[in-house]
């Protein structure tokens, strides 16, 4: 028996003893670069050291630093990702990966699926329950990773030192882990029966904006070939880079806040006690522990220019593109306590120019429908980020294949809530018997569920492999080349008709308009935007 068949490869850094699950090689907790601590805290990742012998890679590593919530202190509509489910320790030293290989030899060159877990870039990990690799590796023949990156005040703080120590940038070491581990992948997926020249980088909410600047990025140029960004479009979306200075001068008053005089005394502290002055930081501004503080920023070298003047001027990278968001992503209201009322005096404030049309676009006959109307609202806007950037990819002779999810559980709340932020996931990883309201509690399939898997990781692995999600005899997808080229996935999936796209070209025009920015968590209303 040879090696592989064994589970057993070697890496640049040396050789990995895995285990094998359902006729798939698992190898756990591989370094992708060194541990970024002590004089490394705050720095872009380094190289991981090599080592001798054979390294055990059967166990996950540490997740990033975040706050960790148990299940019974998240209130109902957080958005975030409690203890249970990164179902390890939380350490400064996070920066590994998960591999997992259906391949029989080193030779088969199978596409490779990178994923990047969402949770805001504040919260989650690689080794969530539901994005294990095996469910989609052994069904379509394809090379699933998964990796952690530094999060939150670790991933992003910045400082003008620290832009003097490293020659004019500093924040953004998050995306740098994101894009240390492709670069890692690359050199070494072979080993795995992985190709390095079909690498599709994936991403959700938190990690689709990080998926969506890795598209941006200069540096990523070809590293890999194909990105899937999923509920979490930066053009017109929720999650955006600012200035740089706007982060370095947060840093300054962080720095003030705890009294360190210096970058030497603030990498010699313990990194908890860091983090829990943190919170307390953040605590003083009103921001609570699943908020946002540090974030991703313009930092001149990752993204060297504005995301939407990378976009809008083509500068983005010739990848591959596949994108789209739910059709719920949100609960914007609560249902028990809206109305059909309450509803109709929503949309007269928020859309004075085209009341009568919006009550025939979202009809609502009673509080549960209208509370479902009011979240599909909003995540109809936040779809149009990214119809934007099909129009720009095709604008730019770049594939492009958008996406709405309305695939609903079969039950009662589920056609009550709808499509909620997440509920793609457990079907590309073919986590059965998962996605209860949100990807990580039971829900017990049934046929229809079966058969959308088989439709989603279809389309995903076609697309991973060839960059065109069609084949199989699926319902066509067509290109993104005209408003609006986008496909409905749901139980009987099909290109969006023209008759449903009366609203989107009202919202576009919207969103077109510089002077207004929306906001989706909650009812969507267009509001003025305020100048950095």
Not at 66 to 72: D, G, N
Not at 137 to 164: Q, S, W
Not at 190 to 195: E, L, P, S, T
Not at 274 to 297: H, N, R, T, V
Request: contains cysteine; charged residues 25%.
């Amino acid at each position: 028996m040879t090696d592989f068949e064994q589970a057993k490869v070697q890496v640049k850094q040396g050789w990995l003893q895995g285990y094998t699950e359902e006729g798939v090689k698992i190898f756990k907790g591989i370094p992708y670069a060194a541990p970024p601590v002590g004089a490394l805290r705050f720095r872009h990742p380094q190289d991981p050291e090599r080592w001798r012998g054979v390294r055990k890679a059967t166990q996950y590593s540490a997740a990033a630093i975040q706050h960790v919530m148990e299940i019974a202190d998240m209130p109902a509509n957080v958005h975030g990702v409690p203890q249970f489910m990164a179902p390890s320790q939380y350490e400064e030293d996070c920066l590994y990966l998960n591999v997992w290989t259906p391949a029989k030899t080193a030779e088969d060159k199978l596409p490779v699926f990178i994923w990047i877990h969402g949770g805001g870039m504040v919260a989650g990990s690689g080794c969530e329950v539901v994005c294990d690799g095996i469910g989609f590796a052994k069904r379509k023949d394809i090379v699933v990773v998964t990796i952690n990156y530094r999060l939150g005040f670790f991933g992003f703080f910045a400082h003008p030192e620290l832009t003097a120590e490293a020659g004019g940038t500093s924040g953004n070491y998050a995306l740098y882990d994101m894009r240390k581990a492709c670069l890692w992948v690359k050199e070494n997926i072979a080993k795995f029966g992985g190709d390095p020249d079909r690498i599709t980088v994936a991403g959700q909410s938190g990690g689709a904006a990080g998926t969506g600047a890795l598209h941006a990025s200069p540096l990523m140029k070809g590293v890999i070939q194909r990105v899937s960004i999923e509920s979490g479009p930066i053009y017109w979306g929720f999650m955006q880079p600012g200035p740089r200075k706007k982060m370095e001068d947060l840093g300054v008053e962080y720095m003030n806040f705890i009294g360190c005089k210096s970058l030497e005394e603030l990498r010699r502290k313990d990194a908890w006690e860091l983090f829990d002055q943190y919170e307390a930081f953040q605590k003083s501004k009103g921001i609570g522990p699943m908020g946002f503080g540090f974030s991703f920023c313009i930092d001149g070298e990752f993204l060297p220019k504005p995301y939407s003047e990378i976009m809008d001027n083509g500068e983005f990278n010739d990848f591959d593109v596949l994108m789209g968001s739910c059709a719920q992503e949100f609960p914007a209201v609560r249902a028990s306590e809206y109305s059909v009322e309450k509803f109709h005096e929503y949309l007269e404030e928020a859309f004075p120019d085209n009341v009568e049309n919006m009550k025939r676009w979202y009809p609502a006959e009673n509080g549960i429908e209208a509370a479902k109307q009011v979240s599909t609202i909003a995540s109809d806007i936040m779809l149009l980020g990214s119809a934007k950037l099909g129009e720009l990819c095709h604008a730019n002779g770049k594939n492009a294949y958008i996406w709405l999810m309305s695939k609903e559980n079969e039950t009662e709340r589920g056609h009550n809530d709808g499509s909620p932020h997440c509920a793609e996931m457990p079907y590309v990883f073919g986590r059965v018997d998962h996605g209860e309201r949100n990807p990580f509690f039971p829900y017990h399939w049934v046929g229809a569920d079966y058969d959308f898997m088989e439709l989603i990781q279809g389309y995903w692995y076609n697309f991973a492999a060839t960059g065109d999600p069609n084949g199989e005899n699926r319902p066509y997808w067509k290109k993104y080349e005209d408003k609006f080229d986008i496909i409905n996935l749901n139980n009987h999936s099909d290109m969006m008709p023209e008759a449903q796209q009366e609203k989107y070209h009202y919202f576009y025009e919207k969103l077109q308009n510089n002077n207004f920015v929306v906001s989706l968590f909650g009812p969507a209303k267009f509001t003025p935007k305020k100048e950095d």
